[in-house]
Nanobody, 122 residues
């Protein structure tokens, strides 16, 4: 199973980025997907998750109202739209998947991980 992230980059505060995770080689359409991030010197933090059917989403408090997770089953992708970025959002962002349709809490519940894409806000 291979998850491939893209869309990271260097932006200024207040700008937006859209991250994409290609999971087309994985029967992900019925599986929980999530985005995590890890800043230097910090632990891995779940940013958002979306259930297999796309009907249930969850966000960490610090990104609520600014980030939106979505999935396109026809393309095999899951995206993270990030608006009004701040320097505190600077991190490596990872896509992850669970072998279940509902999202079980905790990073250890995720079975597959991408290599990450860097987001820098400065």
């Amino acid at each position: 199973v291979q998850l491939v992230e893209s869309g990271g980059g260097l932006v200024q505060p207040g700008e937006s980025l859209r991250l994409s995770c290609d999971a087309s080689g994985y029967t992900y359409s019925s599986n929980c997907m999530g985005w995590f991030r890890q800043a230097p010197g910090s632990g891995r933090e779940k940013v958002a998750s979306i259930s297999g059917g796309g009907t249930v989403t969850h966000y960490v408090d610090s990104v609520k109202g600014r980030f939106t997770i979505s999935r396109d089953n026809s393309k095999g992708t899951v995206q993270l739209l990030m608006n009004d970025l701040t320097p505190e959002d600077t991190a490596m962002y990872y896509c992850a998947a669970q072998d279940r349709s509902w999202c079980k809490a905790g990073p250890s519940s995720y079975d597959y991980w991408g290599q990450g894409t860097q987001v820098t806000v400065s």
